[in-house]
Nanobody
Framework: QVQLVESGGGLVQPGGSLRLSCVAS????????MAWYRQAPGKQRELVASLTNQGSTNYADSVKGRFTISKDGAKNSVNLQMKSLKPEDTAIYYC?????????WGQGTQVTVSS
């Protein structure tokens, strides 16, 4: 069973930055894809950013130019750098990693943007 452990969430003021990290208990060398999702209270979970094993990225329109997804093979991690945060970015953020048909989720990390 693969485990994904997220970290980096917290409380930040509008305009601030946070960096989320998701460390996998398995090598990410052969992953099919990696992604970050988020779920705000009363809303459906939505895709924030994704990264394929070939390096292609995709971002939700609401975060383009502010968020950057990346991976660190040495640490088996997928990261999300978030800048210029807005109150509407407040949500629980989940990482997702797929190895072929196997699909794993982290436990979620809370991001709160508030003054």
């Amino acid at each position: 069973q693969v485990q994904l452990v997220e970290s980096g969430g917290g409380l930040v003021q509008p305009g601030g930055s946070l960096r989320l990290s998701c460390v996998a208990s398995r090598s990410i060398f052969s992953v099919y894809g990696m992604a970050w999702y988020r779920q705000a209270p009363g809303k459906q979970r939505e895709l924030v950013a994704s990264l394929t094993n070939q390096g292609s990225t995709n971002y939700a329109d609401s975060v383009k130019g502010r968020f950057t997804i990346s991976k660190d093979g040495a640490k088996n991690s997928v990261n999300l750098q978030m800048k210029s945060l807005k109150p509407e970015d407040t949500a629980i953020y989940y990482c997702n990693i797929r190895w072929g048909p196997e699909d794993y989720w982290g436990q979620g990390t809370q991001v709160t943007v508030s003054s």
